[in-house]
C-alpha cells in the first residue's frame, strides 16, 4: 500500500527556508517517481520538482524553472524520505504543498501521479 505522509510546513518570514520532508512507503523509488505540488485554494495545482532513482544508483531530478535556483529535491535512501528544500521564500510560495508518486509519470503533470499526500501547509508572512 502506497503511503506518502508530508511534514515541514510552517510559517516562515520572506527571505527565509524551509525544508519539506515526506516518507514514503509501499514502493522502492527505483520504480516511483516523487514530486512536489503546491496548491492555493482556489488555484491550479503547479508542480516544483520530481525525483525517480536510476538503476545505476543514481537519481534523476527536475526542478521546474518558476523555482529553480531557491528550491531543490533531494532523498535519503535509508530514511525512506525525499525532501524539498526551499530558500529565499516570498510571500507568493504560500501555499499547501503536496508530495505525490506514481510509477509511470515524469515530469510536472499533476494528472499523472496517482498517489497524493495530505498536504503541509506553507505560510510565507512578515
Known amino acids: 500500500q502506497v503511503q506518502l505522509v508530508e511534514s515541514g510546513g510552517a510559517l516562515v518570514q520572506p527571505g527565509g527556508s524551509l525544508r519539506l520532508s515526506c516518507q514514503y512507503s509501499g514502493f522502492t523509488l527505483t520504480y516511483y517517481t516523487i514530486a512536489w505540488f503546491r496548491q492555493d485554494p482556489g488555484k491550479e495545482r503547479v508542480g516544483l520538482a520530481c525525483?525517480?532513482?536510476?538503476?545505476?544508483?543514481?537519481?534523476?531530478?527536475y526542478v521546474a524553472d518558476s523555482v529553480k535556483g531557491r528550491f531543490t529535491i533531494s532523498r535519503d535512501s535509508a530514511k525512506n524520505t525525499v525532501y524539498l528544500q526551499m530558500n529565499s521564500l516570498e510571500p507568493e510560495d504560500t501555499a499547501t504543498y503536496y508530495c505525490v508518486a506514481d510509477g509511470w509519470a515524469w515530469g510536472m503533470a499533476a494528472d499523472q501521479y496517482v498517489y497524493w499526500g495530505q498536504g503541509t501547509l506553507v505560510t510565507v508572512s512578515p
Open positions: 525525483i525517480r532513482n536510476v538503476r545505476n544508483g543514481d537519481d534523476n531530478t
